[in-house]
């Protein structure tokens, strides 16, 4: 029989044990290890069966076991210590309060945050991202306000059936469950925000709180009831329904978001935020509502765009159109004919997100389009990412080169605390003094290559352990009231070269590339002396049939019998899974359709245990692999098509795998140590380590995009908001003067035979129409000259105005340097110049010379 409700009912622990308590209502828990240890003392069969759950386990542990703890003068005394190390943590100045000109608040907003596997509101890398951005920005001190969505039923579960076909189920949360908060208003009321929407209905939102370490977490939900019954299910699921359900999802993260961080500022008395970090399109709908703030104020919407462009970021992390969120424009226009903003009109909301450029769709609105006009700051997630976002967005800025679209990148990192194994953790502790795995010389002979081969070990043993569990688990809940069979508890080797696979299933991440020649993979995997074996996890968006039939067909491979004990496909990869797996491994691969992985963040958690990655050069592994860290698999881009391309890069992984990898794997010295392979180790920790850190990102982050976006932010939002007007009327008058301005004629000289070290002396008359000389900004722009007269290695000399006569061209001169030997070319360029804009294309306005 099955109960028609449920709920969970929060236990009421000791008095002794109230830092028990504290210690678990801050997700600290979730990366401290010493906090860790002391719930696991609780009960460990317990807390590893509720998923390292603070909460559930407090829940669930008998009451007698509570009395026995609450007297045990160790524990109390241990957990007393740890939460004074908590307040501490939480108190005093660390990394950002060194800093000067800080905002004094950044608000962070993502769909979907991956902070512990107990709270399952993430789908893959993008979430993951959030959830250690919002670690490493409490480890730094920054003060950071999360918004995002709570999702009663999360992403979804995933079971493999009889046929290797993908099962979905959604088992409901219960947030009274989870360590969060309901955020409440001075009389205890709870916080709801609404959005009014078509038909006279409205939206109500509860507002949860949860606290990660420093940072504060908001999550809006639907699940009220004020709302009615279909609106209580805005935010049931993680992507989930079609396009209006979706369209209601990010209204509400991005407008509610921004209403439910006014409530917050208000009841906590706390400072506003200056910057705004749109973690991908979802929720772009932020930077709307902050604009009919500032109509309220006396602002137009041309002023107040200017404001919010200043204080705003945006991160794409899509290479592909696909991966965008693109709604009817009608639907769209429908939900902004309402009261939903005051002061802003439909029409300017459309023009936002209109592809209003060559090989766009105007009958859509485009999320990531809008997003980037919204944002006077934007970047990709690795270098390669940001040179494809240049080149995919590139139409929003024309006449610009694909080098000057203003987008830049910040790669990815990954917050080590949470991915570093402990035992990783506890090596550098005993034999290099510190716990911060990514500040340690791993050089050293501190560490002896026995000791470090001797834990790599016993976190591939770990795995192994862990694999046999859930692979007669997921059999016994596929065929239940049956035992499973005798062979799965032989299911991997914990001595043999472990290679790891696991993440999403879009069909250009080629989850089955590697059964590309089925009979050279079994030959790999059932290798007499040098074997290897492979363990995959993954899943498939439920509405991606093609997904499913990739995942379909490796685990009926993996089903073989002459393989099935070397190559396993663990079904519900998830957090808890992750944090076994990366450092498990000794080989993570990754084998994308180069550029189209943004950054691909599995390898980066693997490396910070010491794993080597075997990888086609995307995403961040284009810019780190050294010829040490691991193995590049050659792209194939010149293929003639998608099959032969799949043919030749999987034969270069075989290739690499067996003639390079396993050898070095297996080539033992008298110890049984396998020391060149050990050197890649050690290489690999010490050059990897802070790199790829979460703390390098956001640091980063503050540095390089933070910190200039809330100077902006004051800059134009002085003398109540004078600035902004003023910008919003000179973007005006360049706009309606540019088509008449021109590089009338470029004049040269100062050289005849060209040589290094002689100079090229530049003089260029620009037609101006209405503007002034100090509208623009004119460079000579120089480099490499190639076939087709396309610049290369180019660089911008300014030139400075020589004369400018009413009703006569303006000239403008200057010199550049004969620097290097070659092929040498030139062009004269003009573009608006204001001291309130970040980047010369930030208008999309250009003129350059045409002879």
Request: hydrophobic residues 40%; negative net charge.
């Amino acid at each position: 029989m099955k109960a028609i409700r449920r709920f969970t009912v929060r236990t009421v622990l000791p008095e002794a044990l109230d830092a028990v308590s504290a210690l678990a209502a801050n997700l600290r828990w979730s990366w401290h290890e010493p906090t860790r240890r002391l719930f696991a003392r609780i009960d460990p069969i317990l807390w590893d069966e509720l998923d390292h759950d603070p909460i559930a386990l407090l829940g669930a542990v008998d009451s007698a076991r509570l009395e026995e703890l609450a007297g045990d003068g160790q524990f109390i005394a241990d957990a007393q210590a740890l939460r004074a190390d908590l307040t501490a943590y939480l108190e005093e100045p660390r990394w950002y309060q060194s800093l000067e000109d800080a905002p004094q608040r950044i608000a962070y907003f993502s769909p979907e945050f991956g902070i512990a596997s107990a709270i399952p509101q993430y789908s893959g890398g993008l979430g993951i991202l959030a959830g250690d951005h919002l670690k490493s920005a409490s480890d730094l001190g920054l003060p950071l306000l999360g918004v995002g969505l709570f999702y009663r039923a999360g992403y979804f579960r995933q079971a493999i059936d009889r046929d290797g076909w993908q099962k979905e189920t959604y088992p409901l949360l219960d947030p009274d469950g989870l360590p969060m908060q309901v955020l409440r208003d001075g009389d205890g009321a709870p916080v709801i925000v609404t959005l009014p929407l078509t038909g006279g209905r409205q939206l109500h939102a509860r507002v949860w709180q949860m606290h990660v370490g420093r940072v504060v977490l908001l999550l809006l939900d639907t699940d009220i009831a004020e709302n009615e019954d279909e609106l209580r299910g805005v935010t049931d699921r993680l992507y989930g329904g079609g396009g209006e359900h979706r369209l209601l999802q990010e209204l509400l993260l991005g407008i509610g978001g921004v209403r439910a961080i006014k409530a917050h500022v208000r009841i906590t008395c706390s400072p506003a935020p200056e910057v705004f970090h749109t973690n991908e399109g979802h929720a772009g709908f932020l930077g709307l509502e902050r604009i009919s703030d500032l109509i309220a104020e006396g602002l137009t919407f041309s002023e107040a765009l200017q404001v919010v462009r200043a204080g705003t970021l945006f991160t794409t992390h899509t290479p592909v159109p696909a991966g965008i969120d693109r709604f009817d424009a009608s639907l769209v226009e429908r939900y902004f004919q309402t009261d939903l903003l005051p002061g802003v009109d439909a029409h300017d909301v459309l023009a936002l997100g209109r592809e209003d450029y060559p090989g766009g769709d105007r009958g859509v609105h485009n999320m990531a389009v809008m997003g980037l006009r919204l944002a006077q700051r934007a970047n990709g997630v690795s270098q390669l990412h940001g040179e494809v976002s240049r080149g995919m967005f590139g139409e929003l800025w024309p006449g610009f080169d694909a080098a000057d679209v203003p987008i830049t990148s910040v790669t990815n990192g990954v917050h080590a605390p949470t991915w570093t194994d402990p035992l990783m953790v506890t090596l550098a502790k005993d034999c290099l003094g510190t716990y911060d795995t990514t500040r340690c010389d791993w050089s050293s002979d501190a560490v002896s290559d026995a000791q470090l081969w001797s834990v790599r070990r016993a976190m591939r043993e770990q795995l192994v352990t862990d694999a046999r569990e859930r692979v007669a688990a997921a059999w016994v809940e596929e065929n239940p009231g049956m035992a499973a069979p005798q062979w799965m508890t032989g299911v991997l080797d914990p001595d043999v070269l472990t290679i790891g696979f696991a993440r999403r299933v879009p069909t250009y991440k080629r989850l089955t590339l590697m059964l590309h020649d089925q009979d050279r993979l079994r030959a790999l995997l059932t290798d007499p002396e040098r074997p290897v074996q492979l363990v995959i996890a993954g899943k498939s968006h439920p509405a991606d049939d093609s997904g499913k039939a990739l995942i379909q067909k490796l685990v009926q491979f993996a089903a073989e019998h002459d393989v099935r004990e070397r190559i396993v496909f663990l079904p519900n990869y998830d957090i808890g899974m992750a944090r076994l797996l990366y450092p498990g491994t000794d080989i993570w691969l990754n084998n994308p359709l180069r550029p189209f992985e943004a950054c691909g963040t599995s390898g980066m958690k693997a490396a910070l245990n010491g794993s080597l990655n075997l990888s086609i050069l995307d995403g961040w592994w284009n810019e780190y692999y050294d010829g040490e860290n691991g193995w590049a698999i050659p792209s194939a881009d010149a293929a003639g098509d998608g099959a032969e391309r799949d043919a030749l890069e999987a034969e270069a992984m075989y290739d690499l795998i067996e003639h390079q990898i396993a050898p070095r794997f297996y080539d033992r010295d008298d110890e049984g140590l396998p020391r060149r392979w050990l050197r890649n180790i050690r290489h690999t920790l010490a050059t990897l380590s802070p790199e790829l850190s979460a703390d390098r990102m956001v640091s980063e982050y503050v540095e390089r995009l933070y910190v200039p976006a809330a100077r902006a932010r004051r800059a134009i939002s002085g003398e109540s908001y004078g600035p902004a007007r003023d910008l919003a009327q000179w973007k005006a008058r360049v706009t309606a003067e540019w088509p008449n301005v021109a590089v009338a004629h470029v004049e040269s000289g100062g050289v005849q035979s060209p040589q290094v070290g002689d100079e090229l002396t530049v003089r260029a008359h620009v037609e101006l129409a209405g503007l002034s000389a100090d509208d623009v900004l004119v460079d000579v722009v120089f480099g490499r000259a190639r076939d087709g007269d396309e610049l290369a290695d180019v660089h911008h000399m300014p030139l400075t105005l020589e004369a400018h006569e009413l009703g006569q061209s303006a000239t403008f001169t200057g010199t550049v340097p004969l620097a290097r030997s070659g092929s040498f070319g030139y062009t004269v360029r003009v573009t608006p110049c204001h001291e309130l804009l970040a980047h010369p294309a930030e208008l999309g306005l250009v003129a350059v010379a045409e002879h």
